[in-house]
């Protein structure tokens, strides 16, 4: 649609049609006097191209990229690596565009790399049907919450405190309108202690594997509790990890959900990311989203079509079972590209360097005198580490970004009794040399606070 620009008169002639006589009436019954900004002081004059141009180029300079120096950063946004053609494919001109391809017309190209990308992630978590992605890992699990009540006809979700907090905050958020209660299960040295937390109303038992913490659940005994209650397990999971832990389908859970961004999705400060969604046949009518299959055309040949479609766009409103708007099939691409290149055995190497470079951190910040918060539960690529009873994370993170560091997220913010404890994540990326300079700081700061 082309830019129409009113004049003065017109602008007049409208205001006055709907009985306003400014553009500033027009909002002053929504917006407190108190909140009005008259002035805008902070707005400097209009500058030239070349001007603007060194301006941002300077405040962008500000921003320091985790591959500029050592990056430990985990808490759901891993530093993981990808090949030249993930970004080359996504850049090709039939696939970057705005065009969100839910409309049976998408091109079978599209169609046929959506297949693809639901039968690798329905394999990696070990279950029988995935959808065509949805916006992220975090709207994944809160729509399982929904798929898990619709099914049972039940109001209760049961969470586990392990799960990442905006993952809980969005279950929240989802449910606040559907008369439903969420219940946290506790954590007890660094994993949930389910003990009393399910019931015969429960809908659904959440677990994160590996949890916030970086610890391993046990997740059969989750999938086995749910089931004596009637309840749905659902599983929210990295997917990396399925290349040396047990996936939640092996271990009997319902639904499992998670974050793409370790299959070959930049960090990019929070996102795009893309979210997946597994299931079990029996619930597929229940599933959210769509679902692409293969059919025949007329001349016996193989097509893709979209078999199953539940949006509210598509079908009465009263019975979908979703409106997801988007599903990031861009960033989708992306992971579909990452998991072909690397395939179930190049899945399991990722796996076993991020867990082998986590062990060999363990051991350098054991020696720095920074043990583990939680001995004697098993990791993958993250963990968390206690510092002194009154030392603070933040200073640590301080001292680590003046290497060129970057890493130990403090976990107070969210548990309050888990004071001086942080979290790292190492990756395939993750060098030796940089796990040496990490234990170097972190002893130096380490022998600073005993020094106090």
Not at 91 to 96: A, G, H, I, N, V
Not at 260 to 273: A, R, T
């Amino acid at each position: 649609m082309p830019y129409i620009q009113n004049s003065d008169q017109d602008r007049a002639a409208m205001l006055a049609r709907i009985g306003v006589r400014s553009v500033e009436d027009l909002f002053a019954a929504a917006i407190p006097e108190a909140l009005r900004q008259r002035t805008l002081p902070a707005i400097s004059p209009g500058l030239d191209e070349d001007e603007l141009t060194r301006q941002a180029a300077e405040v962008g300079a500000e921003n320091r990229a985790a591959g500029s120096g050592a990056c430990f950063l985990g808490a759901g946004a891993y530093d993981h690596g990808w090949i030249a053609a993930v970004d080359h494919l996504m850049q090709r001109s039939e696939f970057l565009t705005a065009y969100t391809p839910y409309q049976p017309e998408c091109s079978q190209g599209t169609l046929q790399w959506i297949y693809e990308f639901q039968s690798m992630i329905a394999e990696i978590c070990g279950m029988e049907v995935a959808n065509a992605s949805m916006y992220d890992g975090c709207s994944a699990a809160a729509e399982a919450a929904l798929m898990a009540i619709a099914t049972t006809r039940r109001k209760k979700v049961v969470v586990s405190a392990g799960l990442h907090p905006d993952t809980r905050e969005a279950i929240r958020t989802y449910l606040k309108h559907v008369d439903a209660v969420v219940v946290e299960a506790p954590l007890a040295g660094g994993v949930t202690n389910w003990s009393g937390a399910v019931d015969s109303a429960t809908a659904a038992m959440f677990v994160q594997q590996p949890n916030f913490l970086g610890c391993v659940e046990r997740l059969a005994p989750v999938a086995e509790t749910a089931k004596a209650a009637g309840a749905m397990s659902v599983a929210v999971i990295n997917p990396v990890a399925t290349g040396l832990l047990r996936s939640p389908g092996a271990a009997g859970f319902d639904i499992a959900v998670g974050d793409g961004q370790p299959l070959g999705v930049p960090m990019g400060f929070g996102g795009p990311w893309f979210g997946f969604f597994a299931t079990r046949m029996a619930h597929v009518r229940r599933m959210p989203g769509r679902l692409v299959g293969i059919s025949q055309d007329q001349q016996g040949r193989r097509a893709f079509t979209l078999t199953f479609q539940t949006r509210e766009q598509h079908i009465r409103r009263e019975k979908a079972t979703s409106n997801i708007c988007t599903n990031n099939a861009l960033i989708a691409l992306r992971g579909c590209v990452h998991m072909a290149a690397l395939g179930p055995k190049g899945l399991e190497e990722v796996a076993c360097v991020s867990r082998q470079r986590m062990q060999e951190t363990v051991e350098a910040l054991a020696a720095a005198g920074v043990p583990l918060a939680f001995p004697q539960t098993p990791y993958f690529n993250e963990a968390a580490f206690r510092l002194g009873a009154d030392a603070d994370a933040r200073a640590l993170r301080k001292a680590l970004r003046a290497e060129e560091i970057f890493g130990g997220i403090g976990v107070s913010r969210w548990y309050p009794d888990l004071a001086g404890v942080f979290t790292l994540a190492c990756t395939e990326r993750t060098r030796p040399d940089d796990i040496v300079r990490l234990a170097r700081v972190a002893a130096r700061f380490a022998r600073q606070q005993a020094a106090r």
